[in-house]
């Protein structure tokens, strides 16, 4: 075993671990964290895959943005953990037989003809002035750029569209406006006044 | 260096003792790195009191001296601050979440640190030369936020999560504006390595950096690090007058102080990286004889030190943003500037080279 493969079983098992954590832990914070934990590792297995866009992307995107706003909403959840748990047996045999399936379907892909280990050797190192970043860029801005693009707009529609379920117009909010705030002059709100000096008799 | 090398491998084999070889190099090049910074840090906070003071006609500390010497008055103060946060108990509140409430300073300090593994001082001083150094201290840097909230929420304390949430707002939105604006340098750059970033502004004088064609990405950038940092005019989150001290209110000690070093770490971060990416690193400002002499790290400092100074100069002197000012500077107005800025600079990537004349850019296509 050399240094790397000790790398990859440390990361691994921290991966494994905290995934496992995500989904038995109580405390949906410690849940929310561990989650966290589960990306920073995964992005560490990437890097020795040498693919360091996609793990960078991978904490930046997933670690930086989304997960915090997933620990803000978490926090701020009251949440009744007894009655969480009050329909786990009668909702059991649906989710054992979901998970079921996923497994058959990972498994599938996994011990296939496509993706087991004889078909997927590990990649050739690259030479140092070769950046990844570059090639997808390259490969997504011309040959993927129909399928990319399509994505973008997927993304769009679903934020438009959640922001139009949750708009609502109320009569009786107060808002600010800031042209206004900003354009105001001195002379409309200070009044200079001259006094004479008082001297205490 | 070889025979060190040597040595490790008797010791540990040879596979073995070249990586324990490579561990222990980098640990004393992190440690040349780690060490300054704190030092930079602690005299940061007596700068910081210092100028204030002045900028309040004041004299600021003016007490603590080394060894008597009249003319150090004041500079043995940070050492003294020091010395008290270590000797000061840390008191951890009842209904505070343990195991959480000592992780939050740790995961602030972290990123902080982490971050100055791809930071180049000169042409040939760097810890990571790595291909994607910009992307990696976005990363690093985006983090830092997890530090605020994590202390906010195991404080058990309306107070500490009240700024936590803030200051999660806060970090998100300016984070974006940050991000675009650095996709200009990447643009102009056409490299994520920091060292090629600074490499591409060369030329005969301070017309090459990066300043001159990215002016407002230059703005947004250093704003919107004064905004990730949580510094006045952009402290709601510690807000003193509204939320006591707001995500680090309950921490006393060496806790309270790894945030506070953490604060300043990050300041001097974001100096640095505005130094590197638009003001030409460890360049001189002009090529000529007297000036390219010096060594570029020491440019490089008085880059940073010109910066920092912005830093304590705009605690001096503006008041707090509003909440939603703030909100409305990040999406209103940061975000327009820097996606506008963009299209502008690929369209004028686009033009062709007789029309675009000398203007520092070349396609990749």
């Known amino acids: ?201 | 260096m070889e025979s060190i090398r040597q040595i490790f491998e008797q010791l540990f084999g040879y596979e073995w003792g070249g990586m324990l070889y490579t561990l222990a190099t980098n640990i004393t090049f992190i440690s040349a790195i780690i060490v300054p910074l704190l030092l930079g840090v602690a005299y940061l906070t007596f700068a910081e009191r210092k100028i204030i003071a002045y900028m309040q006609i004041r004299v600021g500390p003016n007490r603590v001296t080394f060894f008597g010497i009249p003319w150090l008055r004041g500079w043995g103060q940070p050492i003294a601050d020091a010395v008290k946060a270590l000797m000061k108990e840390i008191v951890i509140p009842t209904g505070a979440n343990k195991f959480l409430f000592i992780l939050a300073p740790i995961l602030t300090i972290m990123p902080a640190l982490a971050a100055w593994a791809v930071v180049p001082f000169s042409a040939e001083l760097v810890l990571a030369d790595i291909n994607a150094g910009l992307l990696y201290i976005l990363a690093m840097t985006s983090m830092g936020v997890y530090g605020v909230i994590i202390a906010g929420w195991a404080s058990n304390s309306k107070y500490a999560f009240l700024g936590a949430m803030r200051s999660a707002a806060q970090v998100v939105s300016y984070e974006l504006a940050m991000g675009f604006a650095l996709v200009c340098v990447l643009m102009m750059s056409q490299s994520l390595n920091l060292g090629d970033i600074v490499n591409g502004q060369q030329g005969d004088s301070l017309l090459s950096w990066y300043l001159i064609p990215l002016f407002p990405m230059f703005l947004v950038y250093f704003i919107s690090g004064v905004a990730e940092t949580n510094r006045a005019p952009f402290d709601v989150a510690e807000g003193e007058s509204e939320i006591v001290a707001g995500f680090h209110v309950d921490y006393s000690g060496m806790a309270f102080t790894v945030f506070f070093l953490a604060e300043y770490a990050n300041m001097i971060l974001v100096a640095t990286l505005t130094a590197i990416l638009f003001l030409g690193g460890w360049l001189p400002p002009l090529d000529i004889a007297p000036l390219n002499m010096i060594p570029g790290f020491i440019w490089l400092l008085l880059k940073i030190a010109f910066l920092l100074f912005f830093f304590l100069w705009f605690r001096a002197t503006f008041p707090r943003y509003r909440y939603d000012q703030i909100m409305r500077l990040g999406w209103k107005v940061f975000i327009p500037i820097t996606i506008i800025w963009i299209v502008v600079l690929g369209g004028i990537m686009q033009l062709p080279e007789t029309v675009r004349g000398d203007f520092p850019l070349n396609l990749w296509f």
Request: aromatic share 12%; with cysteine.
């Open chain 1, 1 to 201: 075993m050399n240094f790397q493969d000790f790398i990859f079983y440390f990361f691994s098992t921290v991966l494994i671990a905290s995934a496992l954590g995500v989904i038995t832990v109580r405390n949906p914070v410690y849940s929310a964290l561990l989650l966290v934990l589960a990306f920073v590792t995964c992005a560490g297995i990437w890097l020795l895959l040498e693919a360091e866009f996609l793990a960078i992307t991978l904490v930046l995107v997933y670690v930086g943005a989304v997960m915090v706003l997933f620990l803000f909403v978490v926090m701020m959840l009251d949440i009744n953990l007894e009655k969480l748990k009050e329909g786990f047996w009668k909702w059991f045999p649906l989710g054992g037989l979901v998970a079921l399936v996923m497994v058959v379907e990972i498994a599938m892909i996994m011990f296939g003809q496509h993706f087991s280990l004889e078909e997927m050797p590990a990649p050739e190192p690259k030479a140092a002035d070769y950046s990844n970043t570059k090639e997808l860029g390259r490969l997504l801005y011309t040959e993927y750029v129909y399928a990319f693009e399509l994505a973008a707009v997927l993304l769009l529609v679903a934020m438009i569209a959640a922001i139009a379920l949750t708009l609502r117009h109320r009569e009786d909010k107060k808002t600010l406006d800031i042209a206004k705030q900003v354009n105001v002059k001195k002379t409309e709100r200070l009044r200079i006044v001259s006094m004479q000096a008082e001297r205490k008799k």
